[in-house]
């Protein structure tokens, strides 16, 4: 399901900004006549893409276990740039037309780069967990560090499309690819963040959490 209402998101926030380009373009160039033929044309279209846009929107902040100063920035941004785009193609106000666009093309530059960093762990430099007091891995620091976010202390959290670990029917092997790997650009992949030692290890805890 994460997965659609993601897909869904990110085709309703090109559209959006294409019916926005396009319109802002007709503004800047003093199409007024064609302008308002093209806002008339694509009514309907676009309040359905913008009722998607904001509630798979809505969906997705639902989804992220931290709300960090991006994604804050982001929010702001596109909360801001929906009356500056109202007001501005009411008025014919060419600036603050060319100022709803920036703000949303900026809004999705920071949220593409913020799904980078997440996808990312080596760049995040947040998976180096020292070994216990004898001097072995310590799975449970490595699971907290790096899995907790979205699968949760018992695996059942579900964040971000994150499989339900107590009751996975993988097997360890499968479960060792898919930590080394990723998944689906939902999960990201910890080969060179974590040593085979470690995976091996976080894998075996994640088994302790199946029912």
Do not use: W
């Not at 603050?96 to 780069?113: D, K, M, P, R, T």
């Not at 479960?175 to 999960?187: C, D, F, Q, Y």
């Amino acid at each position: 399901m994460y997965t659609a209402i993601s897909y869904t998101h990110i085709i309703s926030v090109i559209l959006f900004l294409l019916i926005y380009l396009i319109k802002t373009i007709l503004l800047l160039g003093n199409k007024e006549e064609n302008l308002a033929k093209f806002t008339k044309t694509v009514k309907v279209p676009e309040m359905i893409i913008s009722t998607l846009f904001l509630a798979t929107g809505i969906y997705m902040l639902t989804q992220i276990p931290e709300h960090n100063v991006l994604l804050i920035i982001k929010i702001v941004l596109v909360l801001a740039s929906i009356p500056l785009a109202i007001v501005g193609f009411k008025k014919k106000n060419k600036a603050l037309a060319v100022i709803s666009l920036l703000f949303l093309i900026g809004a999705y530059g920071l949220a593409e780069v913020s799904k980078k960093k997440r996808l990312n762990p080596v760049a995040g430099q947040e998976n180096t967990v020292a070994p216990d007091a004898n001097g072995a891995v310590d799975a449970h620091a490595i699971y907290t560090a790096n899995c907790t976010k979205c699968h949760g202390e018992d695996g059942k959290a579900g964040l971000l499309g994150a499989s339900d670990l107590s009751v996975s029917t993988m097997d360890a092997n499968a479960m060792l690819e898919i930590v080394k790997s990723g998944k689906n650009g939902t999960m990201p992949a910890f080969a060179g963040a974590l040593t085979d030692e470690q995976i091996g290890a976080v894998v075996g805890y994640i088994e302790t959490l199946k029912k």
